[in-house]
């Protein structure tokens, strides 16, 4: 355990100062096992000390998707036997890596079953800050049988990182980087931006891969020197140069794979790979769904706009549901197909399934629906 103590004037120096910690499981219980102590040591004229010790977890219990467990540390700064600061803080212990070709959580192999992201909040436009809401939507993904999620381009709030600790979702954040360009406007500085994820969300089991942004290269030597960056900020966690094509052993500790569904066995890699981005098969967004749009976002196609282009061709309503319907029906046919094919190959170790929700991107005179649901998080039709 890390710590550190600091005060902002000498009249908060404490006479004996030192730190005492103890653990329970988050799910309930007591704390249990002795309190452990460590003195509080400052160096003259420093007002900051930093304390580190060893706590033994009494029947340790592994985070994992399958068992997300996690534990609550009680800290208490006390001046000799005077309790006058205290600190709460939640987490998991788990171990990710990768050792040959073959990724491992908690020294078993382990097969990454990820999902695409794209920060798609129809009715409040931004992330809400509710891990009640995101955690809805995570036991969905979970239930799906996804274990995994790539927040394409961005980070996201807190409370999300929260709620997938609790859900037992692994967590790929990327720096706001396309190649090697920034997608706002900000001014380049990766290795600044690289920082604040490792800094503000380390916390976090759920936080396991850290990704300097899409299908692209921020340029060399630049990708070595953000892994190398990466691995000192945090080697307990993954680390990619960007999820696309242009990964090595010398910026990543994993490849990406092919976006279609490919014969297993014929992918070859040196790493284990994740396939990129995989299944992405858009079919129309579904008008039916005007109603649901509470002004946030318009209704990207209107039931107007439907009938109009049935209009044109001479049918009516009834073959425009039973058209949506057989587009949901092929998309989930391909998508069930290419998972199985990933999954049977001994080679693969993972997919990243694209997305699990529609983006809804404007394509020619209508708008696109990738998603395995609709982006209200429901199934389709």
């Given at each position: 355990?890390?710590?550190?103590?600091?005060?902002?004037?000498?009249?908060?120096?404490?006479?004996d100062?030192?730190?005492?910690?103890?653990?329970?499981?988050?799910?309930?219980?007591?704390?249990?096992?002795?309190?452990?102590?460590?003195?509080?040591?400052?160096?003259?004229?420093?007002?900051?000390?930093?304390?580190?010790?060893?706590?033994?977890?009494?029947?340790?219990?592994?985070?994992?998707?399958?068992?997300?467990?996690?534990?609550?540390?009680?800290?208490?700064?006390?001046?000799?036997?005077?309790?006058?600061?205290?600190?709460?803080?939640?987490?998991?212990?788990?171990?990710?890596?990768?050792?040959?070709?073959?990724?491992?959580?908690?020294?078993?192999?382990?097969?990454?079953?990820?999902?695409?992201?794209?920060?798609?909040y129809?009715?409040?436009?931004?992330?809400?800050?509710?891990?009640?809401?995101?955690?809805?939507?995570?036991?969905?993904?979970?239930?799906?049988?996804?274990?995994?999620?790539?927040?394409?381009?961005?980070?996201?709030?807190?409370?999300?990182?929260?709620?997938?600790?609790?859900?037992?979702?692994?967590?790929?954040?990327?720096?706001?980087?396309?190649?090697?360009?920034?997608?706002?406007?900000?001014?380049?500085?990766?290795?600044?931006?690289?920082?604040?994820?490792?800094?503000?969300?380390?916390?976090?089991?759920?936080f396991?891969?850290?990704?300097?942004?899409?299908?692209?290269?921020?340029?060399?030597?630049?990708?070595?020197?953000?892994?190398?960056?990466?691995?000192?900020?945090?080697?307990?966690?993954?680390?990619?140069?960007?999820?696309?094509?242009?990964?090595?052993?010398?910026?990543?500790d994993?490849r990406?794979?092919?976006?279609?569904?490919?014969?297993?066995?014929?992918?070859?890699?040196?790493?284990?790979?994740?396939?990129?981005?995989?299944?992405?098969?858009?079919?129309?967004?579904?008008?039916?769904?005007?109603?649901r749009?509470?002004?946030?976002?318009?209704?990207?196609?209107?039931?107007?706009?439907?009938?109009?282009?049935?209009?044109?061709?001479?049918?009516?309503?009834?073959?425009?549901?039973?058209?949506?319907?057989?587009?949901?029906?092929l998309?989930?046919?391909?998508?069930?197909?290419?998972?199985?094919?990933?999954?049977?190959?001994?080679?693969?170790?993972?997919?990243?399934?694209?997305?699990?929700?529609?983006?809804?991107?404007?394509?020619?005179?209508?708008?696109?629906?990738?998603?395995?649901?609709?982006p209200?998080?429901?199934?389709?039709?």
């Amino acid at each position: 355990m890390n710590a550190l103590i600091a005060f902002s004037a000498e009249d908060g120096r404490l006479d004996d100062p030192n730190l005492r910690v103890r653990m329970k499981p988050a799910a309930g219980g007591d704390f249990t096992g002795a309190l452990d102590s460590a003195d509080v040591v400052f160096a003259d004229g420093s007002r900051n000390a930093e304390v580190s010790f060893r706590v033994k977890l009494d029947a340790f219990l592994p985070w994992s998707p399958e068992d997300p467990n996690l534990y609550v540390a009680e800290l208490m700064l006390c001046d000799g036997e005077t309790p006058v600061h205290g600190w709460t803080e939640r987490f998991g212990v788990r171990k990710i890596e990768v050792r040959g070709k073959r990724f491992f959580l908690n020294d078993k192999p382990h097969f990454i079953r990820g999902y695409g992201d794209d920060f798609v909040y129809p009715l409040t436009i931004s992330s809400p800050a509710s891990k009640e809401e995101h955690l809805k939507h995570l036991k969905n993904a979970r239930a799906a049988g996804f274990n995994y999620v790539r927040l394409h381009t961005h980070c996201e709030v807190p409370d999300f990182f929260e709620a997938a600790d609790e859900a037992g979702i692994m967590i790929q954040p990327e720096l706001p980087y396309y190649d090697d360009y920034p997608v706002e406007a900000f001014a380049f500085d990766p290795a600044r931006d690289l920082a604040e994820p490792y800094l503000h969300y380390r916390r976090y089991v759920s936080f396991t891969t850290m990704s300097t942004g899409n299908e692209g290269l921020l340029g060399s030597p630049l990708d070595r020197e953000l892994y190398k960056l990466a691995k000192r900020l945090d080697p307990s966690r993954l680390a990619i140069h960007q999820d696309g094509n242009l990964n090595t052993a010398e910026n990543s500790d994993f490849r990406n794979g092919p976006i279609t569904v490919w014969e297993p066995g014929n992918f070859k890699c040196d790493a284990p790979f994740v396939a990129h981005e995989c299944l992405n098969l858009c079919v129309k967004q579904d008008p039916r769904l005007e109603l649901r749009f509470n002004g946030a976002w318009m209704p990207p196609v209107s039931m107007a706009k439907r009938e109009s282009w049935l209009s044109a061709a001479g049918l009516d309503r009834r073959w425009g549901d039973a058209c949506q319907h057989a587009q949901h029906v092929l998309q989930r046919i391909y998508q069930k197909h290419g998972l199985e094919a990933a999954r049977m190959d001994p080679l693969c170790g993972g997919y990243s399934f694209w997305t699990i929700v529609d983006v809804v991107v404007k394509q020619s005179d209508t708008y696109s629906a990738q998603g395995l649901f609709n982006p209200f998080w429901e199934v389709k039709d």
